[in-house]
């Protein structure tokens, strides 16, 4: 029996599914915790600061605005309540699943892979905890794949697309500088490629121009208006800028308050490498408990850097060059982590997520048609998926679970005090 994943209507009911499940699991008892978690003590007056004085407070200076623009629009339409400040990484969080579908429906058309990531990212214990507070890496990630999604379509002849792809690349760049080598490398594929189908150079030179820099640079531009509208320059805002990356180059491990959660979840070359699970038990009566855990996805994250050998050999010598995009992309993101001298959080990882999962996807497809048991490998695979995410839900959300189903989590999970 044949696993097959290349009919439209199947794909699109199978997705259906995961985004059930992956909204479900971003939502529920996402605004139990009334008071500020994580970041949000500091993002969210920072953010309603910024629309009525037209200034941030503490660090976030350092960032570009976009993410608190997002932010407060949720508190005005939800209210200044749980409901505002997570409302909108929880619908980011959840159309990210909807865009790496839609990223490996173009890589890797009529196989397995869309609905194998979507359904890792979907289910992931990490990026569901990390989609239920305001950290900036999930509207981050979410416009840069929008921003890939749209170079693919252009890709495929669509001249539309390149302007629907300037703006998510500059609403990209307004959030937060994660992609900033990853954005031209998209953009290089995408001119090859139109290259390729016989498009000059000349009138490429100038689409590109103003769709893919004139057009990000004004709504980068834009993202700014609290802080141009208070009389500043442009001269101005040049050493702003120069400012605030000095003072995020030099940041030091005092700085922060949530230090020692840096220290528990390691340094970024063990991202992908070791199991990590850190946080706080917040009750126990013997029997039962309550956790918020971050929680790495080990089993599955853990396989990323192999199949990035494997799915990029195989491409290499296939001379599949679109399949070759992601492990490049991914590698280049990375880097940046990996050259940074000063404290990293691991929420940084988020970003990450999308490109491991495609590659991880395309593994499995490959190891599935070589070992010629599709139905049972796939099947095998997204019910580990589900199950694993299912068990691990609970420990990220806060939900009251018997301590002895998750004493093996719990033996391994470093607490940290004072929550």
């Not at 999930?138 to 379509?153: A, C, G, N, Q, V």
């Amino acid at each position: 029996m044949q696993f097959r994943m290349n009919t439209v209507l199947t794909n699109w009911k199978a997705l259906a599914v995961v985004l059930i499940l992956a909204a479900f699991l971003r939502f529920w008892g996402a605004f139990d915790i009334t008071d500020y978690t994580d970041d949000e003590y500091v993002q969210v007056p920072s953010a309603v600061s910024l629309f009525k004085y037209g200034t941030t407070t503490e660090l976030q200076w350092v960032h570009p605005p976009l993410s608190s623009h997002i932010l407060y629009g949720t508190i005005t339409l939800f209210g200044d309540n749980p409901y505002g400040w997570r409302m909108g990484n929880i619908v980011f969080g959840t159309a990210t699943v909807i865009l790496i579908y839609l990223v490996g429906m173009h890589l890797y058309p009529g196989t397995a892979v869309p609905l194998l990531a979507a359904s890792l990212l979907a289910l992931d214990p990490f990026h569901i905890d990390i989609s239920r507070t305001t950290f900036m890496e999930i509207p981050t990630s979410f416009f840069f794949f929008l921003y890939l999604y749209f170079m693919l379509k252009y890709c495929e002849h669509s001249g539309k697309a390149l302007f629907f792809a300037g703006i998510a690349l500059g609403l990209t760049i307004a959030t937060k500088a994660y992609y900033i080598f990853t954005v031209p490398m998209v953009a290089a594929y995408a001119f090859y490629r139109a290259r390729q189908r016989g498009e000059s150079s000349g009138s490429l030179l100038i689409d590109f121009s103003f769709l893919l820099f004139l057009l990000p640079l004004t709504i980068y531009f834009l993202s700014f208006i609290h802080w141009f509208g208070r009389g500043y320059t442009l001269t101005e805002f040049v050493q702003m800028k120069n400012d605030a990356v000095w003072t995020v180059k030099n940041l030091t491990l005092s700085y922060f308050h949530a230090s020692d959660n840096i220290l528990a979840a390691g340094k970024p070359w063990q991202w992908f490498l070791k199991p990590v699970i850190y946080g706080y038990q917040t009750f126990s009566d013997g029997n039962s408990g309550r956790f918020l855990l971050e929680i790495n996805n080990f089993p599955f994250r853990m396989l990323t850097i192999p199949s990035l050998v494997m799915a990029s050999v195989y491409a290499w010598r296939k001379k599949l060059m679109q399949e070759l995009l992601v492990p490049f992309l991914f590698v280049v993101c990375y880097f940046i982590f990996l050259i940074v001298n000063r404290p990293i959080f691991s929420t940084n990882a988020t970003v990450l997520l999308p490109f491991a999962y495609l590659i991880v996807a395309r593994t499995v497809v490959l190891i599935a048609r070589q070992r010629k048991r599709e139905y049972l490998i796939y099947a095998g695979f997204l019910s580990c998926v589900l199950a694993w995410g299912l068990y691990t839900f609970p420990l990220v959300s806060g939900q009251l679970v018997p301590l002895s189903l998750y004493q093996p989590i719990i033996s391994m999970t470093h607490f940290m005090q004072g929550h």
